[in-house]
């Protein structure tokens, strides 16, 4: 799973087995055994949650918006994909 980046003890990674077919781009934030998942696209929205208050999915949805571009090259660059 690769990581992208990590911030204030957050990890941002993407799993590399993401179904098949591949699901749309999007990226898990893991910390302390809680999770969620975000889709990048058309906009950053929470896709699902286990365990972060709602203070925290705010935070963590700024970054996200913030560094949306390099998760996105990540993900392509991983993949191999243009989408």
């Known amino acids: 799973m690769p990581v992208v980046f990590r911030y204030r003890g957050f990890r941002f990674l993407f799993y590399s087995n993401e179904g098949d077919p591949r699901e749309p781009v999007h990226i898990h934030v893991v910390k302390d055994g809680t999770d969620a998942k975000f889709w990048l696209w058309p906009e950053v929205i929470v896709a699902y949650n286990d365990g ?25 660059a991983f993949f191999g994909t243009t989408d």
């Open 52 to 76: 972060f208050d709602a203070k925290t999915l705010r935070e963590l949805l700024v970054i996200i918006e913030s560094r949306r571009t390099e998760i996105d090259r990540a993900w392509n």
